[in-house]
């Protein structure tokens, strides 16, 4: 069965960092594409960040680009997602996803985390 988990949100004020984590089971990101995504009050949820790892690749949406990284730990089957640069605009429920395209959606979700950023 795959399960994802992601941790690691919180208040966090503008300009700052903060990182998210999913811990993955039932599959290895040799399998799926492992992504991120995002959901702001009132909006569509979006791709931001995903990670290909047949490919050894990675996409960002243009709105993190420069400022957010995805990162897995194989070892750990975990993927991560380092934010920096922080804006209000990132204020979102982030989510980790899995098997499908970051553009499009994927087929696995986990429950989500909360990201605030205060101005």
């Known amino acids: 069965e795959v399960q994802l988990q992601a941790s690691g949100g919180g208040l966090v004020q503008a300009g700052g960092s903060l990182r998210l984590s999913c811990a993955a089971s039932?599959?290895?990101?040799?399998?799926?594409?492992i992504g991120w995504f995002r959901q702001a009050p009132g909006k569509e949820r979006e791709g931001i960040s995903c990670?290909?790892?047949?490919?050894?690749?990675?996409w960002y949406a243009n709105s993190v680009k420069g400022r957010f990284t995805i990162s897995t730990d194989n070892a750990k089957n975990t993927v991560y997602l380092q934010m920096n640069s922080l804006t209000p605009e990132d204020t979102a429920v982030y989510y980790c996803?899995?098997?499908?395209?970051?553009?499009?959606?994927?087929?696995?979700w986990g429950k989500g985390t909360q990201v605030t950023v205060s101005s």
């Open positions: 996803a899995a098997d499908g395209f970051c553009t499009y959606g994927m087929a696995y």
């Open positions: 039932g599959f290895t990101f040799d399998d799926y594409v």
């Open positions: 990670f290909t790892s047949s490919e050894n690749s990675t």
